[in-house]
């Protein structure tokens, strides 16, 4: 130790251990197979706190059910105040509302579609120029959006949640619903918003990218890429377009994609998705078991 208040690395690493002399002691008051016992699962639990975590083998996991599930209870939790937030979206009174009619044409065209194309142009480009990094992350991004896109379109379609401005009466019926109206009525496609989960599966997918190659650097990225991703949900609850509800529950399906389509992507890079459009080789074998061993600092890991 340096002084009184600080330990040696040596003593932090080892405090859950148990001294030898202690383990005299055991030895002398319990009996042989109870004592095996209580040494095995010891041994188990230094080697599971000194082991990494392995990444899961699958896409999806036992826990994300959890996980949406949490999720989909506070999407629930918020609709109760749904109408009384789009009243708030449509109060010209208000100076953000004038604003934000303003504004909403503008970011109600960062889409699905605008983000998947341009992250698509974007790979194209970094291909043709050598420049495997850029290829890498835009091809994420444009995956990650094309992913998040088609999973809310399933959620939606059968679902069949009538939009604000169509709902009945307007505005104020948050639970107006008609089953499988959703894949053929464009007003029953409201939750969840698909504005929303483009922008959050974007800003995940470009964040996770930079925690992975320059974890320092995720925060200065991470606070407009969520800023901004929050703006085409925003400008479809101006538009009367989307509930709170259905932008809350876009942004969790975003960033799970975003998120997970990153980490699944770097943690396998033997994929055959990878090895066709990025062209994976050894080099990115090696460079994703470095990655695994990068500290948490900002990602959203589900």
Same mark, same amino acid.
């Given at each position: 130790?340096?002084?009184?208040?600080?330990?040696?690395?040596?003593?932090?690493?080892?405090?859950?251990?148990?001294?030898?002399?202690?383990?005299a002691t055991?030895? @002398?008051?319990?009996?042989?197979?109870?004592?095996? !016992?209580?040494?095995?699962?010891?041994?188990?639990?230094?080697?599971?706190?000194?082991?990494?975590? !392995?990444?899961?083998?699958?896409?999806?996991?036992?826990?994300?059910?959890?996980?949406?599930?949490?999720?989909?209870?506070?999407?629930?939790?918020?609709?109760?105040?749904?109408?009384?937030?789009? &009243?708030?979206?449509?109060?010209?009174?208000?100076?953000?509302?004038?604003?934000?009619?303003?504004?909403?044409?503008?970011?109600?065209?960062? @889409?699905?579609?605008?983000?998947?194309?341009?992250?698509?142009?974007?790979?194209?480009?970094?291909?043709?120029?050598?420049?495997?990094?850029?290829?890498?992350?835009?091809?994420?991004?444009?995956?990650?959006?094309?992913? !998040?896109?088609?999973?809310?379109?399933?959620?939606?379609?059968?679902?069949?949640?009538?939009?604000?401005?169509?709902?009945?009466?307007?505005?104020? @019926?948050?639970?107006?619903?008609?089953?499988?109206?959703?894949?053929?009525?464009?007003?029953?496609?409201?939750?969840?918003?698909?504005?929303?989960?483009?922008?959050?599966?974007?800003?995940?997918?470009?964040?996770?990218?930079?925690?992975?190659?320059?974890?320092? !650097?995720?925060?200065?990225?991470?606070?407009?890429?969520?800023?901004?991703a929050l703006?085409?949900?925003?400008?479809?609850?101006?538009l009367g377009?989307?509930?709170?509800?259905?932008?809350?529950?876009?942004?969790?399906?975003?960033?799970?994609?975003?998120?997970?389509?990153? &980490?699944?992507?770097?943690?396998?890079?033997?994929?055959?998705?990878?090895?066709?459009?990025?062209?994976?080789?050894?080099?990115?074998?090696?460079?994703?078991?470095?990655?695994?061993?990068?500290?948490?600092?900002?990602?959203?890991?589900?």
């Amino acid at each position: 130790m340096n002084d009184g208040s600080r330990e040696s690395p040596a003593r932090v690493r080892h405090a859950g251990c148990i001294p030898l002399r202690k383990l005299a002691t055991i030895k @002398n008051t319990v009996s042989s197979p109870f004592r095996l !016992a209580c040494l095995g699962l010891g041994f188990a639990s230094v080697v599971r706190a000194q082991t990494p975590a !392995a990444p899961p083998s699958t896409f999806l996991t036992s826990r994300d059910a959890a996980v949406a599930g949490s999720f989909l209870g506070a999407s629930a939790a918020l609709s109760l105040f749904d109408a009384r937030i789009a &009243s708030y979206f449509r109060d010209t009174t208000l100076s953000h509302v004038r604003l934000g009619q303003k504004l909403d044409d503008i970011f109600t065209h960062i @889409n699905e579609s605008t983000l998947t194309v341009g992250g698509l142009a974007v790979y194209v480009i970094a291909r043709i120029a050598k420049q495997p990094v850029v290829a890498d992350v835009a091809f994420h991004t444009a995956e990650s959006v094309a992913a !998040a896109s088609v999973a809310s379109q399933i959620i939606r379609g059968p679902l069949g949640r009538s939009r604000p401005r169509n709902a009945v009466p307007a505005y104020e @019926n948050q639970y107006d619903f008609h089953a499988f109206q959703g894949f053929g009525h464009f007003e029953n496609r409201a939750f969840p918003s698909i504005h929303s989960s483009s922008g959050f599966a974007a800003a995940a997918a470009i964040v996770t990218e930079v925690q992975r190659r320059k974890p320092s !650097a995720a925060l200065a990225v991470a606070i407009p890429a969520y800023a901004l991703a929050l703006t085409p949900g925003l400008s479809r609850m101006y538009l009367g377009q989307h509930w709170a509800s259905d932008v809350f529950a876009g942004a969790f399906v975003g960033a799970f994609f975003g998120s997970r389509i990153v &980490s699944y992507s770097h943690d396998h890079p033997a994929t055959k998705v990878d090895r066709l459009f990025l062209g994976r080789s050894l080099h990115d074998l090696q460079m994703s078991k470095r990655e695994r061993r990068i500290p948490f600092a900002l990602t959203i890991t589900f």
